[in-house]
């Protein structure tokens, strides 16, 4: 370095720090032999945070606002050195500056899947991806955790490893939550602020902290995704019957308009036609189905009342009638009727009844 750098570092007093890259986390503040001169400037914006460095420990940090850098407004350093020349000559420390703003729409996903017991399913895996914000909250902590000596300390830098424990702990979350597979689409955002509470005690020991993280899609295995389809597209069809016939249509328009497909095309379609032509038949005329004949109405049981010297009883069964007969409460001349018959008729005229007077029961054995 020159000598015009160097005496130019000597009387600039006033230090601050503007980040233009998105992406910076840390930066140290260069000057010539780490010289910072008493009384200098010290302006921390809106987050930012200073850490003070001297002599390889950590000083003092300093919040957002403009400081005079004197020992009366130090009292750490003050206790770290005894100052010469009554405090009035430069001094060797370095200054971090720290983002504290959050670091937003950054990523993470799982490599590999996740295996878990579903209720539904069983076993399966699945795959997850989405985005998540991390910004310092402990600025100390920060610095002796992670960044050390680091002039430059970007999010590049511990990215990867923030990922590892994200997949760590939605891996054990998704696992032990016992939703349903199908039912994680609906619930993604309470499972995003479990992760995140899962990982905040994991981030507190490296001076971060994750306010925000989002899971975009939990996905299943390709040939699981076919299976669903498939039963989807079934509930779609509705009617089996019209879905085979719409199906077999389909192959038919495909098998002709397929040139390279020859005799064997035409004689598949020939066939699925043949097939359809049979079907439809059996169903009549615009393919709907013939009506079902009505089963035959069970023959009507008659009832029957008996009057008897002015009283009327019943009503009796076929059955209780041909008892009546065997114990004798019933005879020919005795004047029975019936619905839908006209007036009173003597049970023997009565063709139902005149069977029950003419069977005889045979002999009984041994007679």
Partial sequence: MGIFDFLTGEFIDVIAWTDDTRDTMVWRFEREGHEIKYGAKLTVREGQAAVFIHEGQLADVFT?????????????????????????????????????????????GTKNPIMLRDPEFGPTRLRAYGTYTIKVSDPAVFMREIVGTDGEFTMDEISYQI???????????????????????????????????????TMQQYGLTIPELYIENISLPPAVEAALDKRTSMGLAGDLGKFTQYSAAEAMTAAAGNPSGGGMAAGLGAGMGIAMAGQMAQQGPWGAAPPASAPPQPPIEHVWHIADAG??????????????????????????????????????????LATLFTVMPPPPPNA
């Avoid at 032990?176 to 689409?185: E, H, K, N, T």
């Fill in 64 to 108: 957002p606002g403009l400081y005079m850098l004197e020992t009366n407004n130090m009292p750490v350093m003050t206790t770290l050195q005894h100052w010469d020349h009554g405090f009035q000559s430069p001094f060797k420390s370095e200054i971090y500056y720290v983002n504290t703003t959050r670091f937003s729409d950054l990523k993470w």
């Fill in 163 to 201: 990922r590892n424990i994200i997949v760590q702990e939605f891996s054990r979350v998704i696992a032990s939550c016992g939703i349903p597979v199908l039912d994680m689409a609906a619930n993604t955002a309470d499972l995003g602020k479990l992760v995140a509470s899962a990982i905040d005690a």
């Fill in 311 to 352: 009283a009327v009883s019943g009503p009796f069964s076929k059955a209780s009638m041909g008892r009546k007969v065997t114990e004798g409460a019933l005879t020919r001349d005795s004047m029975v009727w019936t619905q839908g018959q006209d007036g009173w008729m003597r049970a023997e005229d009565v063709r139902e």
